[in-house]
């Protein structure tokens, strides 16, 4: 069973439209995470909740909307999209203080 | 300058020993990580070491730690070509719900 898994792995989308990505985790941890990568393969984190109360935000612009129904999901809605939105989008989860982050395989998004 | 740097490039020959550097600013950092990427992949967790410990090994994977000087490696022996990827450095620290900082990556190519 995958760990953490992201859906979809691959989105190809126009200018101005809005899309989500969405993550599960399956290990019972309390915090998950949302990382962007981007085309010189630099990681940063950009949101973090914990049981569903967000923790972490980032200098992200605001079209970025994270949501977490529960503690086993975290999704990401981006509106009005851009260029410069393009890249790779990691969830991850983690048990929170000190511990180990496990990451999903990455969402590729190109925006044309 | 950047929280956590590494050499860009390490080209190895099979068989040979590979040594990744990394160099982090900020002392209060609690766990060290080191993940991998593979081509199109996700951030695979390869291994990780508390801030107390100066040494971890795991297979072929060694990985040392020098506190004073904020200085990480990563030694895997017997480099094979499937050890061909990106390899991050990550710090995180035990306060709050931890997030972690990564360097840019080095790209590790193995050649037959």
């Known amino acids: 069973d995958t760990a953490v898994s992201q859906t979809p792995k691959y989105l190809v989308t126009q200018m101005g439209n809005d899309k989500s990505i969405k993550c599960e985790q399956n290990?019972?941890?309390?915090?998950m995470y949302w990382y962007k990568q981007d085309s010189k393969k630099f990681l940063k984190i950009m949101f973090s909740?914990?049981?569903?109360?967000?923790?972490i935000n980032e200098t992200v612009p605001n079209r970025f909307s994270p949501k977490s129904p529960d503690k086993a999901h975290l999704n990401l809605h981006i509106n009005s999209l851009e260029l410069g939105d393009s890249a790779v989008y990691f969830c991850a989860s983690g048990t929170g203080v000190g511990n180990t982050i496990y990451f999903g395989e990455g969402s590729w998004l190109t925006v044309v | 300058g950047e929280d956590v740097e590494q050499s860009l490039f390490l080209s190895v020959r099979e068989g040979d020993s590979s040594v990744i550097n990394c160099t982090y600013t900020?002392?209060?950092?609690?766990?060290l990580y080191w993940y991998k990427q593979e081509p199109g992949a996700g951030l695979q967790l390869l291994t990780y070491?508390?801030?107390?410990?100066d040494m971890k090994q795991d297979q072929r994977l060694t990985v040392l730690l020098n506190k004073k000087d904020k200085h990480l490696s990563l030694r895997i022996a017997d480099t094979q070509t499937g050890d061909s990827a990106i390899y991050f450095c990550?710090?995180?620290?035990?306060?709050?719900?931890?997030?972690?900082?990564f360097g840019k990556g080095t790209m590790l190519l193995v050649s037959p």
């Open positions: 070491i508390f801030s107390n410990m």
């Open positions: 900020d002392s209060s950092s609690t766990y």
């Open positions: 909740y914990n049981n569903k109360e967000l923790i």
């Open positions: 990550a710090e995180s620290k035990n306060s709050g719900y931890s997030t972690l900082t």
């Open positions: 290990l019972g941890h309390d915090t």
